[in-house]
């Protein structure tokens, strides 16, 4: 690889030159990998219609740069230690040979399952190690996953599977996840009740939980494992072909499918992982998302491995069997890098524990967190607490769509100030744009963050809806990708993410609808209409918070009762992380006279603001306000 930036003032050089020649910067990183075939044309763009291309005409498997590549230069290096849930079972490790070795089986099986090239395979399953190995199989075959995070109800899964039409799904019996068990294939069972197309379920063993096995269409993982070798030739695909499809919340109830190619996230992904971590080949790097979710993706899976890097795996949770459990890990596994979420720094910073009086954690060089803004205390906690004030840390702001990090400090280089991105990395060209949709050019100013200019881990399309994706990131201010998010760039020219400023709010770093779940508490008998807004919260970040109007039947109902099923609807139909914290019950939603509900006015409520309501002229029932504001939960 390209070595990684060294100093501030590379950086700066580095970073002017991907702006004025962007197409002969990302191009000597592509020279990098190895291809079948190399590219015709760097990149073709054009934000209106959107179309982007990049390394157009080029042809590679990206298999072979994760696996193959490294197999003639460092076959015994460890690529994947992986460790339990269970404190007391045995890590497991492979090599980089014994990792293409256990992908190449696995992608047999699924071509002796009839998947072809193209196909869509969608992925449920626990934080094991095959769970990578299922990501790679497929793009060994070029096969498009469609991984859902584990954590998601039936419904949820079948909306996604039949979206992407997958034909085939990998699960396993059930996955840990601190002190409780998931059933996974139970709710596989379920989902597709829903789900015609479904032909194959592959599945592998991991809690030993009883599961129906359904004739014909259920197979078991070992079983078919030991039917194939361990060769499989890469097939070849070209630079702009589908990699994966990973679902997303949006403004509107149904997720959407965000589609990402070939090359450009394989360049984006790698080059990212290499420069914001200063990785050096020594380090044992710990991501702890899921792989579920996009970090995952790029952080555990793509990134790490295009580099030749010792990743950790772990299954479990930050706080089982108790809060010591990140710090035991990076101790036992002497992790050197570790990234992580705000979320999951606050809820293991409450309280008088400090990880450092009770672990060595000397093996630590760099910090990193994702997700969500971090605040300024959980900032400063990190800092001294984990990386004992000498690690840097790298807040590094991306998201799904963006496919890898785009603004963040490269660690020890850049210098940090708490709570801010800070710099855009090379070859990123952020903007900020006013509500009038006026460029702002000037420091010191907070506007909505936009991208001018392509990028190569970018997201190409909706899977299945052009047009949504047209109209959810290039319509609001055209010729620019809009990411929904807010942002202020201070005097010194860093970046500081203010959060959404759609309907998604972020709790406990996942993304969710407000539309989604105001679908899932409507499905109640008794709901007549929700609306949700976000409000924060010491350890989400975001908390939810549903306005709910029920039907006349329900007078004298129990409302703790009410509340119970409420959120145990929200569970079954998206999962138990989209629950409501608070519920309150109203006789009507404050609307405009055209019938739009006025959240700012529900925002502010819930946030605890009553006095300050801001102009309320324009409602159709003023009234409705007061009763809400007194009855706030
Ligand atoms: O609001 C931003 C927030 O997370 C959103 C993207 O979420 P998702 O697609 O789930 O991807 C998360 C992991 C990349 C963004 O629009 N976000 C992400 N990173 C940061 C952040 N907000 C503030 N600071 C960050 N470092």
Request: glycine residues 8%.
């Amino acid at each position: 690889m390209t070595p990684a930036i060294k100093s501030l003032e590379e950086y700066h050089k580095v970073y002017q030159r991907s702006i004025d020649l962007p197409e002969a910067f990302w191009a000597e990183v592509a020279n990098d990998f190895q291809w079948r075939k190399q590219w015709d044309k760097v990149l073709e763009w054009d934000f209106k219609k959107p179309e982007v291309k990049w390394f157009d005409g080029g042809e590679l498997n990206i298999t072979e740069n994760c696996l193959d590549r490294h197999l003639i230069t460092q076959p015994n290096k460890k690529a994947i230690i992986w460790e339990s849930n269970d404190p007391s079972e045995p890590s497991v490790t492979y090599t980089y040979r014994e990792l293409h070795a256990k992908v190449c089986e696995l992608a047999n099986v699924l071509k002796s399952l009839g998947v072809q090239k193209g196909d869509r395979v969608c992925i449920y399953m626990p934080m094991i190690p095959e769970l990578t190995m299922a990501l790679l199989a497929c793009a060994r075959i070029g096969a498009v996953h469609s991984v859902v995070f584990a954590g998601f109800s039936a419904r949820s899964l079948a909306d996604r599977i039949n979206d992407a039409d997958a034909h085939l799904i990998l699960t396993a019996d059930g996955a840990y996840r601190g002190a409780k068990s998931i059933d996974l294939k139970a709710i596989v069972d379920e989902a597709l009740a829903d789900c015609l197309g479904v032909r194959s379920v592959l599945v592998y063993q991991r809690t030993n939980t009883p599961i129906t096995m359904q004739p014909g269409r259920d197979l078991r993982w070992h079983d078919e494992i030991a039917k194939v070798d361990n060769l499989c030739e890469a097939v070849t695909v070209s630079s702009e072909d589908p990699l994966f499809i990973l679902y997303t919340s949006g403004s509107t109830g149904k997720p959407k499918g965000i589609m990402h190619t070939t090359a450009g996230y394989m360049v984006h992904t790698a080059y990212t992982f290499s420069n914001v971590f200063q990785y050096q080949p020594d380090d044992i790097f710990w991501c702890t998302a899921d792989i579920g979710w996009v970090t995952g993706h790029s952080y555990i899976v793509y990134g790490p491995l295009l580099n030749g890097a010792t990743v950790l795996m772990f299954e479990g949770i930050p706080t089982w069997p108790n809060n010591g459990r990140f710090w035991e890990v990076i101790d036992k596994h002497k992790v050197s890098i570790f990234y992580t979420a705000p979320t999951a720094i606050r809820s293991l910073m409450a309280g008088e524990h400090s990880p450092k009086a009770t672990h060595k954690l000397d093996s630590l060089r760099i910090l990193g967190t994702v997700g969500e803004p971090i605040n300024v205390e959980a900032w400063e906690w990190y800092h001294e607490h984990v990386g004992k004030g000498n690690c840097p840390i790298v807040d590094t702001w991306w998201q799904t769509e963006t496919g890898g990090i785009m603004i963040s400090p490269l660690a020890g280089i850049t210098p940090t100030k708490p709570g801010f991105a800070t710099l855009p990395l090379p070859g990123i060209q952020p903007a900020l744009l006013s509500e009038k949709g006026e460029e702002i050019l000037v420091n010191g100013e907070e506007g909505r963050l936009c991208i001018k200019f392509p990028w190569p881990g970018m997201a190409r399309s909706i899977w299945g809806d052009h047009n949504r994706f047209r109209e959810t990131y290039f319509s609001a201010f055209p010729n620019y990708y809009f990411t929904g998010d807010g942002c202020r760039r201070d005097l010194d020219g860093y970046y500081r993410i203010t959060g959404r400023v759609d309907d998604v709010i972020i709790v406990s770093g996942h993304n969710l609808g407000t539309a989604e779940i105001e679908n899932a508490i409507d499905e109640h008998e008794l709901v007549i209409e929700t609306a949700v807004v976000g409000y924060p919260h010491e350890l989400k970040g975001f908390a939810v918070y549903a306005f709910v109007v029920l039907l006349s039947e329900a007078k004298g109902a129990d409302e703790e009762q009410l509340r119970k099923e409420i959120n145990e609807f929200v569970s079954r139909i998206i999962g138990p992380i989209a629950k409501a914290d608070k519920i309150q019950f109203v006789t009507g939603l404050p609307k405009t006279r055209s019938g739009k509900i006025m959240r700012r006015i529900l925002r502010k409520i819930a946030e605890g603001e009553t006095d300050n309501l801001g102009d309320t002229s324009t409602l159709l029932d003023p009234g409705v306000v007061e009763e809400i504001r007194k009855g706030r939960v």
